[in-house]
């Protein structure tokens, strides 16, 4: 059972690097090359549990590569091309904040370091 679950992994990596690294072929094929690699390195492992761990990091791994990752090309010498995919996972920015001068900033920022908090945090004070 376990040996159909890597095969089927091994496959779903493959297919994900490709999507993910398409029109990139140096990273394409290190991905590539890293997968092959980490599959070759655990072929030998005959712990159940182990495996599973394996298996599951595996899929964790495919996740963030099919989530996460997005390519971006420089179009001019200050613009860049984000190309970002349907699967991508778009996380929740910061809202910008115009009523904080640049010294505010920067010392909300000292503030917060030597506490540990968050800057808006450090200017209520």
């Given at each position: 059972m376990s040996g159909r679950e890597a095969l089927i992994l091994y496959k779903t990596l493959?297919?994900?690097?490709?999507?993910?690294?398409?029109?990139?072929?140096?990273?394409?094929?290190?991905?590539?090359?890293?997968?092959?690699?980490?599959?070759?390195?655990?072929?030998?492992?005959?712990?159940?549990?182990?495996?599973?761990?394996?298996?599951?990091?595996?899929?964790?791994?495919?996740?963030?590569?099919?989530?996460?990752v997005v390519q971006i090309q420089k179009k001019d010498e200050e613009k860049f091309q984000m190309n970002i995919r349907d699967e991508t996972y778009m996380f929740e920015n910061n809202p910008f904040r115009d009523d904080v001068t640049k010294e505010e900033y920067k010392m909300a920022n000292r503030r917060s370091r030597k506490k540990g908090g968050k800057c808006d945090d450090a200017k209520k004070e």
């Open positions: 493959h297919r994900t690097v490709q999507k993910v690294f398409r029109g990139d072929m140096p990273a394409m094929l290190a991905a590539r090359d890293k997968v092959c690699e980490e599959f070759t390195k655990n072929r030998n492992v005959k712990s159940e549990t182990s495996i599973s761990e394996l298996i599951n990091q595996g899929y964790e791994v495919q996740k963030i590569l099919d989530q996460s």
